[in-house]
């Protein structure tokens, strides 16, 4: 088991914001991927935000793209999903995910499939109101 506990949701308003942060209670954060994903009601989990284990590298649903910011702090087993300008459509459960990325030539690549990731956090729940 890897925990990954999320954090920050709420209620909202459209046009406001908020920071979804997941910690990893354990010592190997630094080797994972991790991807932000979200479960409307009646609706697939699907894709928001994926960062490599680099950092360096990140990838956005196109919906999300200039709103949604993912970044990590591995200091402090962290990441974060910034959003901002939220709309009703964001309304959703989202989810930190985490994939085993040790292979240092993987080190930049980002993972934007469900199958892709190892673990899963239990989610948080995000609601906007319009």
């Known amino acids: 088991q890897v925990p990954l506990v999320e954090s920050g949701g709420g209620l909202v308003q459209a046009g406001d914001s908020l920071r979804l942060s997941c910690l990893h209670s354990?010592?190997?954060?630094?080797?994972?991927?991790l991807g932000w994903f979200r479960q409307a009601p009646g609706k697939e989990r699907e894709f928001v935000a994926a960062?490599?284990?680099?950092?360096?590298?990140?990838d956005y649903l196109g919906s999300v793209k200039g709103r949604f910011t993912i970044s990590r702090d591995n200091a402090k087993n962290t990441v974060y999903l910034q959003m901002t300008s939220l709309e009703p459509e964001d309304t959703a459960v989202y989810y930190c995910?985490?994939?085993?990325?040790?292979?240092?030539?993987?080190?930049?690549?980002?993972?934007?499939?469900?199958?892709?990731?190892?673990?899963w956090g239990q989610g948080t729940q995000v609601a906007v109101s319009s």
């Open positions: 354990g010592r190997t954060f630094d080797s994972f991927a």
């Open positions: 995910a985490a994939k085993n990325s040790g292979i240092p030539f993987l080190r930049n690549r980002v993972y934007t499939g469900t199958h892709d990731y190892d673990y």
């Open positions: 960062i490599s284990r680099s950092g360096t590298t990140t």
